[in-house]
C-alpha cells in the first residue's frame, strides 16, 4: 500500500512531509508534491505532517480524488527528487480548502 498526495496540495505545496520521509519517495513539480507508490513504504510519517490534509493512504482516499493515485505514479516517474523542506508558495492560504483545483495542476 502506499500514502496518496491529493487535491489540496496543489498550489499549496508545503514541504514539511518531505522532511519526515525516511525513504525519500517524494517528487516536486512546479505546484504540487507527488508519492511515488513503488518507494513508499507505508509508514504513516508524512500525513500528520502535511499542514492542509493532502496526504491520504490509499485505502482512505476519498472517492472524488481517485484520480490522484494514478497521477501521483504517473508525475513521480517524471519529475525530479525532493528531500529537503522549502517555504510554500507565498499565497498558499488563498488555495487551502479551494475545490476543483485539479484543472491547476502545472505538469
Known amino acids: 500500500m502506499t500514502f496518496v498526495v491529493g487535491e ?3 498550489k499549496c505545496k508545503h514541504t514539511d512531509c518531505v522532511e ?11 505546484n504540487f508534491l507527488v508519492i511515488h507508490p513503488d ?15 493532502a496526504i491520504f493512504s490509499e485505502d482512505e ?3 472524488e480524488q481517485a484520480v490522484f493515485l494514478e497521477l501521483n505514479a504517473e508525475l513521480a ?3 525530479p527528487n525532493i528531500t529537503e523542506k522549502k ?7 488563498q488555495w487551502d480548502g479551494v475545490e476543483g483545483k485539479l484543472q491547476y495542476l502545472e505538469r
Do not use: K, Q, R, S
Not at 519526515?20 to 512546479?30: K, L, Q, R, S, T
Open 20 to 30: 519526515v520521509c525516511p525513504v525519500d519517495c517524494f517528487y516536486e513539480g512546479p
Open 8 to 10: 489540496n496540495c496543489i
Open 39 to 53: 518507494e513508499c513504504i507505508d509508514c504513516a510519517l508524512c500525513e500528520p505532517e502535511c499542514p492542509v490534509d
Open 77 to 79: 516517474e517524471v519529475w
Open 87 to 93: 517555504d510554500a508558495p507565498e499565497d498558499h492560504e
Open 61 to 63: 482516499l476519498p472517492e
